[in-house]
């Protein structure tokens, strides 16, 4: 998934939406927030597209997630 285009650099939001607006089509992809922004600002849009969720899955580290609380433990008795 890609960021918004509005705010991604700022909030690194990932898009939601494409939409299309304009006489020659231009298309950003947008967050949700973005996209009820625009849209209560009036601004006129063509198309508006929901983008697919995307699959990509965080991984977290084996030992954070075993070893946290232990070593929090750990840290605290020393």
Same mark, same amino acid.
């Given at each position: ?17 494409? *939409? ?5 089509? $231009?298309? #950003? =992809? ?7 922004? @625009? ?8 198309? *508006? ?5 995307? $699959?990509? #899955? =965080? ?7 075993? @070893? ?11």
């Amino acid at each position: 998934m890609c960021r918004c285009g509005l705010c991604g650099p700022v909030t690194s939001n990932e898009a939601d939406f494409a *939409v299309s607006f304009g006489r020659d089509d $231009r298309e #950003v =992809r947008v967050c949700r927030w973005c996209e009820e922004d @625009l849209t209560l600002f009036g601004v006129r849009l063509n198309q *508006v597209v929901r983008l697919e969720p995307s $699959r990509h #899955v =965080r991984r977290i580290p084996l030992r954070l997630v075993v @070893l946290g609380p232990v070593n929090t433990l750990l840290e605290a008795e020393a």
